[in-house]
T-cell receptor, first 110, second 114 residues
């Protein structure tokens, strides 16, 4: 069974204080790893897809990296508008289904 | 604008009542999905459909039903057999092929029990 564990569950950052979120996974053949951002009461917003170990993708203050066992979402010099829950999901080979972690809730304090 | 719409935003269910949540997409995606989100839990898959007139059960299908008569539409019915329906329901869609399988989500419907 595919499993995704995200840590820490919750994180409070001062504005400008860089940090990283972890997504550990076990999957029978990784087809893709996905990061989403979710604001309260809204649907998840797609951020990145990573396909193979060593791959990195960036968008504004966010950078996602991937190894064979985990992915990191680095938040550089965060601003209050980066406050959200970040969701990680994996897709196994030969399968359209996603397995989600419980999310990392990030609060950035001005 | 292309996207996924869900309605209503809030839905109230009485005891013993079936209710239907709407999901429509104009992204020309083949696959559509329904997830349930509860506080402190990850998204759980209820049903999914990879093509019109075909769908499969996800991990928590009991008490739910779906139909896929049109490519654009994938309604979810929460039946009276679902004893704990209070949750945030999310619909998603994706294309086919390796680079198009990213799932995109709608804004969600919050279901509350009266």
């Amino acid at each position: 069974e595919d499993q995704v564990t995200q840590s820490p569950e919750a994180l409070r950052l001062q504005e400008g204080e860089s940090s990283s979120l972890n997504c550990s996974y076990t999957v029978s053949g990784l087809r893709g790893l996905f990061w989403y951002r979710q604001d309260p009461g809204k649907g998840p917003e797609f951020l990145f897809t990573l396909y193979s170990a060593g791959e990195e993708k960036e968008k504004e203050r966010l950078k996602a990296t991937l190894t064979k066992k985990e992915s990191f979402l680095h938040i550089t010099a965060p601003k209050p508008e980066d406050s959200a829950t970040y969701l990680c999901a994996v897709q196994a080979s030969g399968n359209n289904r996603l397995a989600f972690g419980k999310g990392n809730q990030v609060v950035v304090i001005p | 604008d292309g996207g996924i719409t869900q309605s209503p935003k809030y839905l109230f269910r009485k005891e013993g009542q079936n209710v239907t949540l709407s999901c429509e997409q104009n992204l020309n995606h083949d696959a559509m999905y329904w997830y349930r989100q509860d506080p402190g839990q990850g998204l759980r898959l209820i049903y999914y459909s990879q093509i019109v007139n075909d769908f499969q059960k996800g991990d928590i299908a009991e008490g739910y039903s779906v139909s896929r008569e049109k490519k654009e539409s994938f309604p979810l019915t929460v039946t009276s057999a679902q004893k704990n329906p209070t949750a945030f329901y999310l619909c998603a869609s994706s294309g086919s092929g390796t680079v198009q399988e990213t799932q995109y989500f709608g804004p969600g419907t919050r279901l509350l029990v009266l």
